[in-house]
């Protein structure tokens, strides 16, 4: 794959797809800037090689055209403020002729940000004539996109076939290489851990892991259908009940590759989902009524850090508990902390995306783990070894 070390960007507009794709509040202040943080190096050296870059990005999910609150005007001067004071000028629209006044008149050394591609609903549709439009903006196309790499969108994939000459940038090579560094490395013990709500969604990361993997551990809302699956009474839990079946296959398959499945062996029970509701601990073979599993219980929390701090590779994706909630976030706190003891004893450690590089990165543990990726989707797809086709569209 090339990427944007191989060009030199003097003199030449870069027309970059990023993930801008940052939760923002009420009164549209940006809430957390990691995605927008992460693509800063690659600005950096298209902009430091004497060029200009036109920056393309979705934001939110609009529905029927253009809405205030997800436009990406809000983002301006805070891109400013972390490009240390480099102009960022605005497009009201990702095409058309503002964009394309607006990128021919741009410096080297500046950049123009344009409008929420989503705006257009053909952006999703991976639509050509948006792309061809898209294109006109710049000489050169990066892809600096990770978290949208596994959407054929026009302007992650479709309008890479307009340049001769395209590339990854860094933080999408950086994705590629830490997910390839956990899943051919080799080093043993390698550990995941599953959480979060739903088995539907991870199966086939699942099924691919029980191929690399010494351990899973698997915790959050999802366990609970597993013990149902095996026979228990799991209360009021959340369980998806057309996937018994599977959970019980993927306990058969984990036994049958040597695999050691770890399932929750008890839960932080309640009535109530609300910080201060009344807890109990409660064996998850038998949750009783109408009390339901929010957080992996303090023996689990136990086999979990033990079999963690002895890995060499751990990947984690998703929390083990309602972890937005205090009272709930015991569970996925204590896996954050054995992650980060692994990490000091050597091992390399991997945060998928989403809610669990989230709970990380607020517990303060961003920089004691070996990557925090910003791509949840993309990087489940990416490790189930399927190609994305917005690195596809580099090639
Ligand atoms: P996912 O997007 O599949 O990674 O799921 C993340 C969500 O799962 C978070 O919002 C958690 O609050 C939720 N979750 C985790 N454990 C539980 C649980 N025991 N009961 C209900 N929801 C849970």
């Not at 307009?162 to 950086?174: P, Q, R, S």
């Not at 999802?222 to 306990?251: H, P, Q, R």
């Not at 033990?306 to 569970?331: H, R, Y």
């Amino acid at each position: 794959m090339k990427t944007i070390d191989d060009i030199n960007f003097s003199g030449k507009k870069a027309l970059v797809r990023v993930d801008f794709n940052v939760p923002l509040d009420k009164n549209n202040k940006i809430t957390d800037d990691n995605r927008m943080q992460a693509a800063v190096p690659t600005l950096k050296k298209i902009l430091n090689d004497g060029g200009s870059a036109i920056l393309m990005s979705h934001l939110g999910r609009p529905k029927d055209g253009p809405e205030e609150k997800y436009s990406l005007k809000h983002l301006v001067s805070h891109l400013s403020e972390i490009m240390g004071g480099v102009k960022v000028h605005f497009a009201n629209d990702c095409v058309g002729s503002e964009a394309e006044e607006k990128a021919s008149q741009l410096k080297a050394g500046e950049i123009l940000l344009l409008e929420n591609t989503r705006f257009y609903p053909e952006e999703s549709k991976g639509d050509e004539k948006l792309a061809k439009q898209m294109s006109k903006l710049g000489d050169v196309y990066v892809n600096d996109a990770f978290g949208s790499a596994h959407r054929a969108h026009s302007s992650t994939t479709t309008v890479a076939q307009f340049f001769d000459e395209k590339a990854a940038g860094y933080l999408l090579k950086a994705e590629i290489d830490n997910a390839d560094k956990v899943m051919e490395s080799g080093d043993k013990p390698f550990t995941a851990i599953m959480g979060g709500a739903k088995i539907s969604d991870k199966i086939e990361i699942i099924e691919r892991l029980l191929d690399k993997v010494d351990n899973l551990i698997i915790g959050g809302a999802m366990s609970y259908t597993f013990f149902k699956a095996m026979g228990g009474e799991v209360g009021k839990s959340l369980v998806e009940a057309d996937k018994m079946d599977l959970a019980n296959e993927l306990i058969r398959k984990a036994k049958a590759k040597g695999v050691h499945l770890h399932l929750p062996i008890d839960s932080v029970v309640t009535q109530k989902i609300e910080e201060g509701a009344e807890t109990r601990v409660a064996n998850n073979h038998a949750i009783q009524g109408d009390w339901m599993g929010v957080d992996i219980g303090p023996e689990a929390r136990q086999v979990f850090a033990d079999t963690i701090a002895k890995s060499k590779i751990v990947l984690w994706n998703g929390p083990m508990g309602i972890f937005e909630i205090p009272d709930f976030a015991e569970g996925t706190r204590t896996v954050a902390e054995a992650v980060v003891k692994a990490t000091e004893k050597g091992a390399f450690s991997l945060i998928g995306g989403g809610d669990s590089a989230a709970a990380v990165i607020s517990m303060g543990y961003g920089d004691k783990v070996s990557y925090v990726s910003t791509g949840g989707g993309a990087l489940l797809e990416y490790m189930e070894g399927k190609e994305l086709p917005g690195v596809k569209a580099l090639g």
